[in-house]
């Protein structure tokens, strides 16, 4: 495996093992292992990782089994050039994980139907005026109100450039999230499923 490959491998696992860490109420090493099928010391420098960038200070409740947050992450000042270098990309990207808004598909599905009808019954107004009063038209769903997440990425870390911008929202996709420009909002979109809330698939 290539330097480059073993790096995105790593970055897309730790973010993946951050998010699944904040967004559970109960987790620890067996199902963390078991689910990113990865021994007990890559588990450990993992958590190493999360906790040095300053993320999440990550910490093994051994009475329950279950690892729990504590105040005080900190950035490790100490890490050498070249882990220091992870460090600070796996807390910029870790970062937008909970930062950015999260859209519900199901937010867009209702405008779009909402917009259909309305289109459709426009469409009926204008072809028989008589059978379908123009003043019986339904009104035209309001364009959702959707977060600018690029201003707020530079807002969030104003000395990233347009390249880093891209890669970091990458890296978001690699790890199973879901983050895109969609063309018809014109916007930026960091969707959740509609259902759990969840943000990440997991392969």
């Keep these: 495996m290539s330097i480059i490959k073993k790096e995105r491998s790593k970055m897309t696992r730790q973010l993946k093992i951050y998010y699944r860490l904040t967004a559970s109420k109960i987790i620890g090493p067996n199902d963390i292992m078991r689910e990113f099928d ?11 990782d999360i906790r040095d960038c300053g993320l999440y200070n990550v910490k093994l409740d051994r009475a329950n089994n279950n690892y729990i947050n504590t105040d ?4 490790d000042e100490s890490a050498p050039n070249r882990r220091r270098a992870h ?4 807390y910029r990207i870790g970062t937008l994980i909970w930062s950015f808004p ?10 779009e139907n909402l917009l259909e009808e309305y289109e459709d019954a426009l469409q009926d107004s204008l072809t ?12 035209k769903p309001d364009f959702p109100d959707l977060p600018d997440l690029k201003s ?5 870390f104003p000395d990233s450039n347009e390249r880093t911008r891209q890669r970091d929202f ?3 996709n690699r790890a199973g999230f879901k983050i895109y420009y969609d063309r018809t909002y014109r916007a ?3 969707k959740c499923d509609e259902y759990t809330g969840e943000l990440m698939d997991i392969d």
């Design 38 to 48: 990865i021994s007990r010391r890559m588990l450990q420098r993992d958590l190493k």
């Design 72 to 75: 005080g992450a900190v950035f």
């Design 87 to 90: 460090l600070l990309r796996l």
């Design 102 to 111: 999260h859209i519900s598909t199901d937010t867009l599905h209702t405008y």
């Design 128 to 139: 028989d005026p008589e059978q379908y009063p123009p003043e019986e038209l339904p009104d």
């Design 152 to 156: 707020q990425y530079y807002e969030l």
């Design 170 to 172: 990458e890296e978001l």
């Design 188 to 190: 930026f979109l960091f």
